[in-house]
């Protein structure tokens, strides 16, 4: 089955938790780590707790790592929030752990290539060896397609990344929006295509949510079609990027559940 929910509107309160399973009628959650106001014994305990008690699936944990950076140190405390967050995925009854490659050159373009070329066999280094943990915790990493100047600037990255670290507990988290917007001159959607293929999750981009249309930015019948040949059986995560989230998410979750079950 396909599970749809909102992202952007989890802040990790528990109000808006309610507003998943009562209002929009939703299926589960993503978890995202930024949004978090703390990882205290008894916090985590209330959350996983209502999470049940409202009949909601993690989907899927999202951690905000970054092996990019300049610093040797902060790229060892990004590993080491890696291997926190595998645990916690687990312990939150998920298989999959979203997780970044970085971004080098600290999104300068006059520093990209080098500092790219310099950090990318630390980054698959860093990835392998926190693939090899979460295969012990049973949790597949979901490597988003994030650009903005990262080490996935192109499908071509991506794949290289998963030839590189070569293990099956390293997978894709495929955000639509990336290849067919923000990136579309350089990817588009031959490199969905591509990507869709290694994909455990799916981050289903909004920008413009229209209840019709899906989205003013992206063709998302042409994404639904795509879904529909390949038979897509995983998650599909709202990923909201816009201005109005209480007027326009509810409009993207309605399209995708009416489009999704005809």
């Given at each position: ?73 902060a ?44 950090l ?13 943990k979460?295969?012990?915790f ?5 490597l988003?397609?994030?650009?903005h ?49 290694y ?40 990923e ?20 999704l079950?005809?």
């Open positions: 089955d396909i599970l749809i929910k909102s992202r952007r509107e989890f802040e990790a309160e528990m109000g808006i938790v309610n507003t998943v399973s009562n209002e929009a009628k939703l299926e589960g959650v993503e978890l995202l780590d930024i949004h978090f106001p703390s990882l205290s014994k008894d916090y985590l305990a209330q959350l996983k707790n209502q999470l049940a008690q409202l009949g909601l699936e993690v989907a899927c944990c999202s951690v905000s790592n970054d092996f990019g950076k300049a610093e040797l140190k790229r060892e405390e990004n590993e080491k929030l890696v291997e926190k967050w595998i645990e916690l995925a687990q312990w939150f009854g998920t298989d999959t752990l979203r997780v970044f490659a970085g971004w080098p050159g600290e999104q300068n373009p006059e520093k990209y290539e080098q500092e790219k070329a310099q990318w066999q630390e980054m698959i280094e860093r990835l392998s060896r926190l693939s090899e979460a295969e012990k049973r949790v597949v990493l979901a988003e397609n994030h650009n100047l990262g080490f996935t600037q192109t499908v071509e990255d991506l794949l290289k990344i998963l030839k590189e670290v070569n293990s099956p507990w390293l997978r894709v988290c495929l955000d639509t929006g990336d290849y067919l917007v923000d990136t579309l001159e350089i990817n588009g959607f031959r490199a969905l295509e591509r990507a869709l293929d994909a455990k999750i799916i981050h289903a981009k909004f920008y413009q949510a229209d209840e019709e249309r899906g989205d003013l930015k992206q063709d998302w019948f042409q994404i639904i079609s795509l879904l529909r040949r390949r038979s897509w059986a995983g998650y599909l995560s709202i909201y990027e816009g201005a109005e989230p209480s007027d326009e998410v509810p409009k993207a979750v309605r399209f995708l559940q009416n489009h079950a005809s």
